[in-house]
């Protein structure tokens, strides 16, 4: 069955796991990444003294190898983990806002086929008016069971959220005068599995919102 004969629900349902499919890679992949930089920590490693001259070299210092191999590859490692950070945290955002801008649309009555979500020029994704900078409560899920637990990972995203778009420069809210912005930053470690947390939820939350469309489709 192609996309163009899928019922609606189906493909905005497919949109969502797509979502939760990149995020889920992009995590994998970051996770990997810090546990490679990791293996090249130079607190852990022992630096040999050996050296090798180099003809022509002016400065006269002895070229170490085992020094030059060990920081050009912690260095790569850096990097690479660093992209996958981006990546990973950008994926993790759009999962959760994804699937919340889903949900939302699906309690107002809507039937969007697929998600709908901006590209900045550097390719970042840009959040919906609707769901920034964190997601509403939805009293359409009310009387979902995993309602509660759908609760508990939207305000531990909207406790980050607000923070995660100031870093950003997303957003500029009214931040207090005590405001530690380097402190902030390495709190904000913690937005990227707050949003795949919330994502994973949320997806849930979008099945149960889509029943009322799905029973009377089956009938």
Known sequence: MTSTTMPWFETLTDSVS??????????????????????????????????????????????????????????????????????????????????????RRVLDGQQPPLVELGRTSDGRTVIPDEVFPYPPAFKGLDRWSDHARFERARAELERLGDLWAYVHGLDEPDIPDTFDLLDSTKNLEAFP?????????????????????RHPHRR
Do not use: C, K
């Open 18 to 103: 797509a979502l939760g499919a990149a995020a889920r890679e992009a995590r994998t992949a970051h996770r990997a990444a810090q546990a490679a930089g990791a293996q090249y920590n130079l607190d852990r490693l022992r630096l040999l003294d050996g050296a090798i001259t180099v003809p022509g070299r002016s400065s006269g210092m002895p070229d170490r190898p085992h020094d030059r191999a060990l920081f050009t590859i912690g260095h790569s490692h850096s990097e690479h983990e660093r992209r996958m950070a981006d990546l990973y945290e950008d994926a993790a955002a759009a999962y959760a806002y994804g699937a919340a801008w889903a949900i």
């Open 193 to 213: 599995d707050a949003a795949f947390a919330f994502g994973r939820i949320a997806e849930s939350a979008l099945t149960f919102a889509l029943l009322d469309h």
